[in-house]
């Protein structure tokens, strides 16, 4: 069976090129994952097609009104599927967040927009509110692409080998390593020497060393 996405947004067209390129293309073209995008504005029924309207309160900027996402996300769900919001007020995403979400049969994708939206779609359909970073975007459909291709890259068969996945970033809460290929010297700077001994201990080792390294350098809260 497919991982199935289904993606709820006021701006289908933004993932177009995105869930047709690449890995995540193949893993698409292959059946290892299947993706709905779906325009919201077909669930805002009314004349003017309104998504948004002022906040009570007051302050700036829209709110996306409850009945359009409620309607959409409830014709789109399926017993035992996951209900996501994107949202930079969510719990953090993370690499064994992908891997958690990759053994879900169905996950909806709701991304909203402007301010925020009304808290009574929180409430009434989505189970996770998940961020992907400490910034604000002008809309949750990039961060719903984000969590599409972490997650695929966990299903068994969409990275060809499953070995590129084993020693990456993050997987051992190291960043990796430096990779080089031909040719052996360019511009003045040359392979290092170990990676062409054929030492494979070596190699190991060094690898390693540089992992170590390049993590205290710049994410030394990974090594706490
Ligand atoms: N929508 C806007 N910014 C976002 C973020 N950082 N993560 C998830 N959804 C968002």
């Known amino acids: 069976m497919p991982l199935r996405f289904d993606v709820l947004?006021?701006?289908?067209?933004?993932?177009?090129?995105?869930?047709?390129?690449?890995?995540?293309?193949?893993?698409?073209?292959?059946?290892?994952?299947?993706?709905?995008v779906h325009d919201l504005r077909k669930w805002c029924t009314d004349k003017h097609r309104t998504a948004d309207d002022r906040p009570f309160g007051g302050g700036a900027g829209m709110v996306m009104k409850p009945e359009p996402?409620?309607?959409?996300?409830?014709?789109?769900?399926?017993?035992?599927?996951?209900?996501?919001?994107?949202?930079?007020?969510?719990?953090?995403?993370?690499?064994?967040m992908a891997r958690e979400l990759s053994g879900s049969p169905h996950v909806v994708l709701l991304s909203g927009h402007y301010e925020g939206i009304d808290q009574r779609i929180r409430e009434t359909v989505i189970d996770r509110e998940v961020s992907i970073g400490d910034y604000v975007l002008t809309?949750?459909?990039?961060?719903?692409?984000?969590?599409?291709?972490?997650i695929a890259r966990f299903i068994p068969g969409v990275l060809g080998e499953e070995k590129s996945l084993t020693h990456e970033s993050f997987t051992?809460?190291?960043?990796?390593?430096?990779?080089?290929?031909?040719?052996?010297?360019?511009?003045?700077?040359?392979?290092?020497?170990?990676?062409?001994?054929?030492?494979?201990?070596?190699?190991?080792?060094?690898?390693?060393?540089?992992?170590?390294?390049?993590?205290?350098?710049?994410?030394?809260?990974?090594?706490?």
């Open 172 to 224: 051992g809460k190291l960043l990796d390593f430096p990779q080089y290929t031909r040719p052996v010297e360019f511009r003045g700077k040359s392979v290092p020497e170990v990676l062409l001994s054929g030492n494979h201990a070596e190699i190991d080792k060094w690898r390693l060393a540089q992992r170590i390294e390049k993590t205290r350098q710049v994410r030394p809260d990974l090594l706490k």
């Open 69 to 96: 996402a409620i309607s959409a996300i409830e014709s789109l769900a399926t017993p035992g599927c996951l209900r996501i919001y994107l949202t930079p007020d969510g719990e953090p995403f993370n690499e064994s």
């Open 9 to 36: 947004t006021l701006f289908p067209r933004m993932l177009d090129g995105l869930l047709s390129e690449s890995i995540l293309g193949r893993a698409v073209e292959a059946g290892f994952v299947e993706v709905g």
């Open 139 to 150: 809309n949750g459909t990039l961060p719903a692409a984000v969590l599409i291709d972490a």
